[in-house]
């Protein structure tokens, strides 16, 4: 397999984004904070998405403490996962991974101390992590199961997808209905709740619900203004 190299967007180094800020919760306790950014464009006459998060989570327990930090940044098409970039530090333990799709497959080169490269076939997977609820609410079914690749542990996954009856939140100062997407995560033996709503041909995520291992936690957003996009930042 040949070396997946960092490639640069062709587009101009800023661009009109939204920049959303999200709290992480565990009852009413703050865990941390997710920072996230979202650029829509034309390439070639085709729209792609663009998304940068950054995420802070600190915990303390009887037993032990928890510290995660990482960023990543994921571009998608119409095709779907285009590339992705990620660096996580969890619990001092680094991990590092960066993909490309070429050709019929997606290419990840991970990095935890122990390098190595995997492959994907794009017949073997519906989506990814970051845009599996935004391809089901696409699809117009009541539920689905979707194969999706997790970009946090690498690996596949089937997502079953249920919607549910629509709501109406409190989103950037105005009241907006939303998709509510309950999901269960065979392989990860997780699910919850999401609450989307529509964006830029697609679909925002403005809170979620999730339950794992017996711990649950919420993430809701708390901002959402315009801002700009540059590569150097």
């Given at each position: ?13 800023a661009?009109p ?6 709290r ?33 989570v600190r915990?303390?327990g ?10 990543e940044e994921?571009v ?6 285009l590339?992705?970039?990620g660096?996580?530090v ?10 490309e799709?070429r050709?019929?497959r ?8 122990r ?9 073997d ?11 089901f609410l696409?699809g117009?079914?009541s539920?689905?199961v979707?194969?999706?690749l ?7 996954d089937?997502v079953?997808f ?13 009241t907006?209905p939303?998709a509510v997407?309950a ?8 699910g919850?709740t ?8 697609g ?8 339950s794992e291992?017996?711990d649950?936690h919420?993430v ?9 996009w540059?590569?150097a930042t």
């Open positions: 397999m040949s070396t997946v190299t960092p490639r640069k967007e062709t587009s101009p180094p661009q984004a939204d920049a959303l800020q999200y992480v919760l565990q009852g009413e306790r703050p865990l941390g904070h997710v920072a996230s950014r979202r650029r829509v464009w034309l390439e070639d006459g085709m729209p792609r998405l663009a998304v940068r998060n950054e995420m802070a915990a303390s009887m037993w032990a403490d928890y510290a995660l930090d990482s960023r994921v998608l098409d119409g095709r779907g996962v590339r992705y970039e660096t996580q969890e619990d001092g333990e680094r991990t590092t991974a960066l993909g799709r050709g019929a997606f290419e990840l080169r991970v990095d935890d101390g390098p190595r490269d995997l492959a994907f076939a794009l017949s997977f519906d989506a990814t992590s970051e845009d599996a609820a935004a391809r696409q117009g079914r539920r689905a979707l194969r999706v997790d970009l946090d542990r690498f690996e596949m089937e079953e249920r919607l549910l009856p629509p709501q109406s939140v409190a989103v950037a100062g105005a907006r939303v997407v999901f269960d995560c065979r392989g990860r033996r997780s919850g999401g609450w989307h709503v529509p964006h830029a041909g679909h925002v995520l403005v809170q979620e619900s999730v291992d017996g649950r919420d809701k957003l708390i901002n959402w203004e315009k801002t700009t540059n590569h």
